[in-house]
């Protein structure tokens, strides 16, 4: 091989390593707008592609919506029922309710105004309402996300909120159940939802069912900020309800990551969520209940409860995604709030009586 070969082979060498170089900047600016919005911007995006690649194929399955309603339709057949034939109410991932209204008023959306019969009744101001009318004494008010909404339930008699109902109504026949959710909603969009609107059906107790949406609806956000968000919306809700005398307790709704035993399905969806979901998920979600429960303490709200743990020993498939959970947790949360909010309506109803009288 004489000099000009071995020249020629250089030169080639280099073009192929610079158009390597070039392909793999090119492949860096591609995917770091994506990877970056999530893990931060500290190494290459390339890595986290790399990650996600071998990550989906060391988790090959159903994923997305044919994983959601699997799972759904497995809290039925793993407990031995049929499969309601129209999935939860609302649809799935919310399709049967959708679009939201926009505006909506003095809030930048909430649910629009649709009636599904024997599934969905939303009324004109974004209010699903049960039990008792405008006469309504105690008066309920759930606010919150998609969880708060009922989502995931078979009909609207299967929701939590119409279970509670049917708790309480032996003790307080005049009850009233007001809700007042919007799926996606976050802490300080609860409240704003409660001090704009809510307070139009005057409740007589305002319920905050929330907590899991901080920390995982908030894309690009990390868990310190969603913290920092939920906190301040707590002492929003407890503030707001101290100056409007209205009994205020705040719940925080049960979630997949707390569950002792998972199934091969909700191992999935959380696989597919967040990379050691319990490490990473688990310790800021209890966090953030004990940071509710201080701050609504020391702002003396009517009452704390953490619900996180609520559907911890079910041994069947009982939510759907990190949120949601079928006919079977929707009844045992409601047997957890009814338990809980029995002596405080009590409290309530006999404090009415006493300035009335």
């Not at 649709?114 to 101001?125: A, H, K, S, W």
């Not at 708060?148 to 009850?175: C, K, M, N, W």
């Not at 690009?220 to 309800?241: D, H, I």
């Not at 998920?281 to 953030?288: E, G, K, S």
Request: charged share 25%.
């Amino acid at each position: 091989m004489n000099r000009k070969n071995v020249k020629d082979g250089a030169v080639k060498a280099m073009l192929v390593l610079a158009s390597l170089g070039f392909a793999a900047l090119l492949v860096e600016v591609a995917v770091r707008w994506n990877f970056y919005s999530e893990s931060g911007s500290s190494g290459p995006a390339q890595l986290h592609l790399y990650r996600g690649i071998a990550r989906a194929w060391q988790h090959r399955g159903p994923a997305g919506g044919e994983l959601n309603r699997l799972a759904w339709e497995a809290t039925y057949t793993e407990r031995g029922q049929s499969v309601p034939p129209v999935g939860p109410r609302e649809g799935y991932w919310a399709e049967r309710i959708r679009p939201q209204q926009y505006p909506c008023g003095d809030l930048d959306a909430c649910e629009r105004t649709q009636t599904i019969p024997l599934l969905v009744t939303i009324d004109g101001r974004g209010f699903q309402h049960v039990g008792a009318g405008a006469d309504a004494f105690p008066r309920l008010l759930l606010v919150g996300g998609s969880v708060a909404f009922g989502a995931y339930s078979s009909t609207v008699e299967d929701a939590y909120f119409s279970a509670l109902l049917r708790h309480l109504q032996p003790e307080f026949p005049g009850i009233g159940i007001s809700i007042l959710a919007r799926n996606g909603s976050v802490g300080l969009e609860d409240v704003e939802m409660y001090a704009l609107r809510g307070q139009e059906v005057h409740p007589d107790m305002v319920v905050f069912v929330s907590g899991l949406n901080d920390l995982m609806n908030r894309p690009g956000k990390s868990p310190e900020e969603g913290l920092r968000k939920f906190r301040r919306s707590v002492r929003l809700a407890v503030q707001l309800g101290r100056l409007q005398g209205v009994a205020t307790v705040v719940a925080i709704q049960p979630f997949l990551g707390g569950k002792v035993h998972k199934t091969p399905l909700e191992r999935r969806i959380l696989d597919l969520t967040v990379d050691d979901y319990e490490s990473v998920i688990n310790p800021w979600y209890r966090r953030l209940a004990a940071e509710a429960e201080r701050l609504a303490k020391k702002g003396e709200a009517v009452g704390f409860f953490d619900y996180s743990d609520v559907l911890a020993n079910e041994e069947e498939t009982t939510f759907a995604d990190q949120w949601h959970f079928s006919d079977f947790g929707h009844t045992l949360l409601a047997e957890a709030l009814a338990r809980d909010l029995r002596p405080l309506l009590q409290q309530t109803v006999q404090r009415t009586s006493r300035t009335e009288n």
